[in-house]
């Protein structure tokens, strides 16, 4: 790796898929302030919400993701509105 072109905080960081529990550690420089242990070793904790594990493209299995309740708002909002 060539010196001076990476970020300070440049480091093994554990993402971790929320909907199935999945984890892979990468590098990575982002911000977090969560951490967990790994195999005896602690790492900066990033929680995602889709990964390849639980994509539908990756999967084949079609999931609607609905957080806090978006697609009922957005049917709400325009159900009355005629074309």
């Known amino acids: ?9 440049y ?3 554990a993402f971790k ?12 420089c982002a911000n977090t302030k969560d951490t967990i242990v790994h195999e005896g070793v602690e790492y900066p904790l990033i929680k995602v919400e889709i990964s ?8 084949g299995k079609m999931k609607l993701v609905d957080t806090a309740g978006r697609v009922d708002r957005f049917l ?8």
């Open 17 to 28: 898929d929320m909907s199935n529990d999945h984890m892979f550690i990468t590098r990575s």
């Open 11 to 13: 480091r093994l960081v």
């Open 1 to 9: 790796m060539k010196k001076g072109i990476h970020p300070e905080n």
């Open 76 to 83: 709400n909002r325009y159900k009355n509105i005629k074309k």
């Open 52 to 59: 390849n594990t639980s994509h539908p493209f990756y999967t």
